[in-house]
C-alpha cells in the first residue's frame, strides 16, 4: 500500500521550532515533487512548500519564506519541514503529498497524500 505519514506535529510558543517529518511507504517518492500543505481552522487547503526529487529546487509561499525550510532524504524516502519562528498564523493540520507535476501549489495536481499532523502555535 502506497502511503504517506507525517510526524512531528504538535504544541509550540510563538517563535518557537518544530520540524514536521513525512515517511513514504509502498514505493520511491525520489522522482516525485513534494510538497507541504495547510489547512487552518474554518479556512482552505494552502500550499506551503515544495521541492524537486533531486531536492534542488524549492518553492515557498510568501508568508514563510526565511522562516520555513523543505528538504528530504531520498535513501529514507523522507520529506521534511523545518519550521522556525512560529507565529499564530501557522497553525493549521500540516499534509505532505507527492505528485509528477513539477512547481505546481494546484492541490488537485497531487495524487497521494498523508493524513496530515496538526501543528498548534500559542501566544
Known amino acids: 500500500q502506497v502511503r504517506l505519514v507525517e510526524s512531528g506535529g504538535g504544541l509550540v510558543q510563538a517563535g518557537g521550532s518544530l520540524r514536521l517529518s513525512c515517511a513514504g511507504s509502498g514505493r520511491t517518492f525520489s522522482g516525485d515533487y513534494m510538497a507541504w500543505f495547510r489547512q487552518a481552522p474554518g479556512k482552505g487547503r494552502e500550499f506551503v512548500a515544495g521541492?524537486?526529487?533531486?531536492?534542488?529546487?524549492?518553492d515557498y509561499l510568501d508568508s514563510v519564506k526565511g522562516r520555513f525550510t523543505i528538504f528530504r532524504d531520498n535513501a529514507e524516502n523522507t520529506v521534511y519541514l523545518q519550521m522556525d519562528s512560529l507565529n499564530l498564523e501557522d497553525t493549521a493540520v500540516y499534509y505532505c503529498a507527492a505528485t509528477t507535476v513539477v512547481y505546481t501549489r494546484y492541490q488537485y495536481n497531487y495524487n497521494t497524500w498523508g493524513r496530515g499532523t496538526q501543528v498548534t502555535v500559542s501566544s
Open positions: 521541492l524537486t526529487g533531486s531536492g534542488s529546487s524549492t
